[in-house]
């Protein structure tokens, strides 16, 4: 075995990594959660994101929740979470507690890779005196420290950890070089390397805030073509003849990424006195895009003269984008509970999402088949276009729509009018 590698939190971004790196080395993966780990220990994946065969056939990963199992480690690797608070700005507790952990079982020569989405700064400003307070070393020359941000996209099978290029950052040069060498034996594409912790955080953050803000403007313009009632799909995909027009639907923007990163970038830019108004807008009209859709959907009933409280409504899928099971900060919640709010009652369906993951509130409204052809719905909202919805959707709309009434395909993921559905 080559490294003693301790990643610091086994989720949707540490269980690979510890896959993977468990092929020539020895990996601890360690998790403050308690039931994740038995549940790893059992080979179960709850966010079916690996599969049981290949976590059980990982015999060098000893899944823990024991700090003494991560002493000695030549490498540690922290991939826990990095979200925001009610007040929209950086929840760094998981973080801080992370690093107080790796900082007391720090040995000489150990590198730590922070792996988590941060701020340019947090990495040297927040964590690092930590580590050296909690170890009583010295960064650069007791041990070393690094950043290389994940970019791994959930429900996206062709971009999988090893053939996404991968940023690569150090404390110096030398560390540098030991992360460089780290991530090349398990990365086929290309490991890039950056001349600053900073700029690689930076990196990070903005890829996440460009994506965020391209979706709000065409949201922003389906909002303005709507009023014009001009179709927004038809102007994209006519604007999109032009060679430098970049297409990017109109949509909600959930999970913990793309709609949380940019705060992280706006908590920083205010703590040094710059006021973010591009950032934040695109961040104000992306959030209130499930009230948007709430409110078209109530117009379009109106028009076609459907009582909507009276009405059958189904929301299909429920996670935070599609072909993946992870509800954290869907949007699709926000539209759920305006129908709520509004004492209009709505039924769920989303095989991918594990129900055990759904709030109280929510677990009487989810439907877990639609195999019931007693069922039928005269609003359908498409609200997740998962791979299994659309492969047979036909099917699915004969068997449940039987008045076809009002379909609403939120991301136009279905073939215009086949349906004669409504979109965003
Ligand atoms: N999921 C993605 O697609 C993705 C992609 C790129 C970047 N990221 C970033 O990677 C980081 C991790 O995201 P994730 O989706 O894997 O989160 P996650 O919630 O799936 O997993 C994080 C794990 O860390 C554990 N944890 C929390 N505090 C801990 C502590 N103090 N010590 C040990 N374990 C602790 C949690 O129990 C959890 O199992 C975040 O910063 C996220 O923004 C995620």
Redesign the pocket.
């Known amino acids: 075995m080559k490294n003693k590698i301790s990643i610091?939190?086994?989720?949707?971004?540490?269980l690979p990594l510890a896959l993977k790196f468990q092929k020539k080395n020895k990996v601890i993966a360690?998790?403050?959660?308690l039931q994740?780990i038995e549940e790893l220990k059992k080979g179960l994946d709850v966010?079916n994101d690996q599969k049981k065969n290949y976590i059980e056939a990982a015999k060098n990963i000893k899944f823990t929740s024991s700090v003494e199992d991560i002493k000695n480690s030549d490498f540690f690797i922290v991939?826990?979470?990095?979200p925001v608070n009610l007040n929209k700005k950086p929840n760094l507790k998981?973080l801080i507690?992370?690093t107080s952990?790796v900082g007391k079982n720090l040995k000489k020569k150990s590198v730590v890779v922070y792996?988590?989405?941060?701020y340019p700064g947090c990495t040297e400003e927040v964590c690092l005196p930590i580590l050296q307070k909690a170890s009583s070393l010295k960064i650069n020359k007791d041990f070393y420290c690094g950043y290389s941000?994940?970019?791994?996209?959930?429900g996206d099978d062709s971009h999988k950890l090893e053939n996404i290029n991968k940023i690569v950052s150090g404390s110096n040069k030398f560390a540098i070089k030991k992360i460089y060498d780290l991530y090349s034996s398990i990365i086929k594409a290309k490991v890039y390397k950056v001349e600053s912790i900073k700029v690689a955080e930076a990196a990070?953050v903005i890829e996440n805030t460009q994506r965020d803000l391209n979706i709000a403007l065409v949201n922003e313009l389906s909002i303005i073509f709507s009023k014009l009632n001009i179709d927004t799909n038809e102007v994209l995909n006519a604007a999109s003849t032009k060679w430098n027009f970049v297409k990017y639907k109109p949509g909600l923007v959930g999970?913990?990424?793309v709609g949380?990163?940019p705060f992280y970038l706006t908590y920083k830019a205010e703590q040094i006195g710059y006021h973010p108004k591009v950032i934040l807008s695109g961040r104000n009209i992306n959030d209130k895009m499930s009230y948007y859709v709430f409110k078209s959907v109530l117009k379009k009933s109106k028009k076609l003269k459907i009582n909507i409280k009276k009405s059958n409504i189904l929301i299909m899928g429920y996670s935070f984008k599609e072909n993946c099971s992870?509800i954290?900060n869907s949007k699709v919640t926000d539209l759920v509970n305006c129908f709520i709010k509004n004492k209009i009652s709505v039924n769920i369906y989303d095989p991918l999402v594990n129900i055990k993951h759904l709030s109280k509130k929510h677990q009487n409204i989810y439907l877990p088949t639609i195999n019931n052809k007693k069922k039928f719905f005269d609003i359908l909202i498409l609200a997740v276009p998962h791979k299994v919805f659309i492969n047979n959707f036909s099917k699915t709309y004969n068997l449940i729509m039987k008045k076809k009434k009002l379909l609403f395909d939120i991301k136009s993921a279905l073939p215009k009018n086949k349906y004669f559905q409504d979109t965003l």
Do not use: W
């Not at 360690?30 to 959660?33: E, H, L, S």
């Not at 941000?149 to 959930?154: A, G, L, S, T």
């Open positions: 610091i939190g086994v989720g949707y971004v540490g360690f998790d403050t959660n994740r966010f991939t826990v979470p990095t998981p507690s992370a952990i792996e988590s989405t941060v941000p994940e970019r791994v996209n959930v990070k999970g913990h990424c949380v990163d992870d954290r």
